[in-house]
């Protein structure tokens, strides 16, 4: 994709669903297919999440998901979208991603979240304290880029990443709220907020990011970008019909349930109740499907709205085929904006 000079980076975030009826290998072989053609089609990065206990998502061993990206293509930067600190100890995360950077110079970025990504019977298995409630981030995070920069304090006395101490691999603070957007700030590291379903929270904490800016070694201006669900199809009422997937993903977790990706259906009311349906639809404020044109005009307000650095996407959609193609007329959409 050879973009105009006045659009902004557009990258890729994937959790690697997992389809009824499919399995995860299946999931990674799409996962691998989508990141080759987002390569072609001119996408920034790649990202992947770490997300545990649910039967839909495969990328729960986020680091060895973007080994296997990363050695599957050529160009395109390959990173986490997040990988949530607190399930770990700092060391590994440095070691896990030095390991990565040595293996795929210049390719890798590590996107940082203090959330679990669980619930709580998988954090228990995790063996992730379940009292410190994400307050003990910042001694994480300062303990993980000591390792990576042994001139920074925070390391334990004696240890040393190997592989990762020395590699300069870009830090990423994610949020769906204001903690990280005004920690990131006052680090002046880049920031990714989740408005993909967190919408409600996106302009306060750009806000607060942007406010809370001191220039570092890592930026000298605030870089902030924005996740969001797009969906693109050929009319609108095609590319709602495969909105109803990921409608129904977020549906099972508000019922506290969770399952693999369901195929679309023709008709939501006959599966909510109204208050479902509310609090769905509010999880979807940043989020487009629609055709072409649709699209492109939601884009040019969310753009002008957040002043976005860059935009990251996401979709949920049960066809592998038509994700594709969702994905590749997004990428053409981009060159007009």
Known sequence: MSSPSHTIPLSLLDLAPITQGSTATEAFEHTLDLARHAEDWGYNRYWLAEHHNMPGIASSATSVAIGYVAGGTKRIRVGSGGIMLPNHAPLMIAEQFGTLESMYPGRIDLGLGRAPGSDQPAARAIRRGLTAGGHDFPELLSELRAYLDPTREGRAPGVRAVPGEGLDIPIWLLGSSGFSAQLAGQLGLPFAFASHFAPDYLLPALDLYRSNFQPSGALTEPYAMVGVNI??????????YLATSQEQQF??????????LLPPVDDMDALWSAQEKALVRGKFGYSIAGSEETVA??????????AADELIVTAQIYDHKARLRSFEMLAEIWKTL
Do not use: C, F, M, Y
């Open 251 to 260: 549906l099972n977790l508000i019922r506290g349930g969770t399952s693999p």
């Open 231 to 240: 969906i693109v199809a050929e009319t609108d009422a095609q590319a709602r």
């Open 297 to 306: 005009t939601r884009l040019r307000a969310i753009l002008k709205e957040t």
